[in-house]
């Protein structure tokens, strides 16, 4: 990434001292939905530990996110939270380097639960009530941006699709049998101002959150066989799109298509989603687009992007199908590369051991607290 690009700190800054404030969401007549004000009443407190802050950020997930996936992981407490307050940013000694080192760390020790099968969704969230009041435009996608791009550590265009920027891994079977895989993961990003837009699928309590979800991890640890139920996953992902949101009427941001004449939908005997195409949908925004330029702009969109894909959940002929929801084979090089090891522990005993308990998760998350304290003023 570019060195000349702004810290940040002082993109966050900028917008809380000159950015034009929400009339949906602030003001005499605007206030967001009940339950982001219920949730941010927690996030937004001083006097709450962040433990208890990110406990009532997963109720929300559990019941209020729209996509059936992130529900049913926060339900399954596999959701794995960086909670990032925004005092906390403005204190960091060396600004972008201390937050995308911030991001890591948790970053790291998730992936060691989700080799466990702890965990199956990474999600970074902000908190600012400033910002969570500031109207859609440029300056908010730019801050958007840094934060996807500090997570990513690359540069990420407008409208803009990189391939498997993010992995983790899955232990299945023990001893002998023991398999190691992989699984690429889909980032989003949501926004606050999203509450009651019609991009409101993609709002979120606190300010900004950016969500990394594995569903074909998801669906190995929901399974004791090497094969994950793909139509699990496929009605998961289309009651999500045609359960979206339709802003006055104007037209859903997503919506399912009719079975084409010909097509086979691995579902076709289901009463609700057989009759829809299980390959390809309908959307305002597009949902691989790491920074959609739609959520910033003032009109819900006329238009529709039409080759949304389902196909890669089911089809193993998709070249995306192994790598998001079958997995891809590894071995303990690659995975030791790729999770936090403590200062107490060595690759061999990680092997041998595949311990990760009580203790253990205690100490990963006092090293994120201490790690923490150590980069703010």
């Known amino acids: 990434m570019s060195k000349s690009k702004r810290h940040f700190a002082e993109m966050l800054l900028s917008l809380k001292l000159y950015g034009k404030k929400d009339p949906l969401h602030t ?26 802050k ?18 049913t992981a926060a339900r399954n407490d596999k959701v794995f939270v960086c909670l990032l307050e925004e005092d906390e ?29 702890l965990s199956s969704s990474f999600v970074i969230l902000l908190c600012s009530r400033t910002i969570a009041g500031i ?5 908010l996608k730019e801050l958007c941006r840094r934060l996807m791009e500090l997570y990513l550590n690359c540069s990420i265009g407008d409208n803009e699709i990189l391939q498997h920027e993010e992995w983790v891994y899955l232990a299945k079977g023990k001893g002998q049998s023991q398999s190691l895989l992989k699984f ?58 045609s359960g979206a949101y339709n802003e006055n009427k104007k037209g ?31 959307g305002k925004f597009h ?12 009109k819900s969109p006329s238009t529709y992007y039409t080759d949304l894909d389902f196909s890669y959940i089911h089809d193993v002929n998709n070249p995306e199908h192994s790598e998001l929801m079958a997995g891809v084979s590894v071995d303990w090089y690659t995975v030791e590369n790729s ?18 308990d009580g203790k253990a998760q205690g100490s990963a998350k006092r090293w994120l607290t201490n790690r923490l304290k150590q980069r703010c003023l």
Not at 28 to 50: A, H, M, Y
Not at 205 to 224: C, D, K, R, V
Not at 254 to 281: F, K, V, W
């Open 184 to 241: 690429a993961t889909l980032p989003n990003i949501f926004c606050a101002q999203g509450d009651r837009r019609w991009w409101h699928d993609h709002r979120t309590p606190g300010a900004i959150m950016i969500t990394s979800n594995a569903l074909g991890h998801f669906m190995h640890t929901q399974s004791n066989s090497n094969s994950p139920d793909t139509n699990r996953a496929l009605r998961m992902a289309m009651g999500t799109i």
């Open 252 to 282: 859903p941001a997503t919506c399912l298509i009719s079975l084409p004449l010909g097509e086979i939908s691995p579902i076709q005997t289901d009463q609700q989603l057989g009759r829809y195409s299980a390959r390809t949908y309908y």
């Open 135 to 139: 109207a859609p435009c440029d300056e």
């Open 287 to 298: 949902t691989d687009h790491l920074i959609p330029s739609e959520f910033f702009t003032a």
């Open 27 to 52: 003001g005499q007549r605007g206030s967001f939905s009940d339950d982001i004000v219920e949730t941010n009443s927690i996030l937004n407190d001083p006097g709450k530990s962040k433990e208890k």
């Open 54 to 71: 990110r406990d009532a950020f997963k109720r929300w997930l559990a019941k209020s996110q729209p996509c059936l996936f992130g529900q």
């Open 89 to 117: 940013i403005l204190r960091m000694q060396n600004g972008d380097d201390d937050l995308r080192q911030t991001i890591t760390d948790h970053q790291l020790v998730w992936r060691r639960y989700a080799l466990h099968g």
């Open 339 to 356: 999770i936090w090891l403590g200062s107490n522990e060595r690759g061999d005993t990680l092997r041998k051991t595949m311990q990760f």
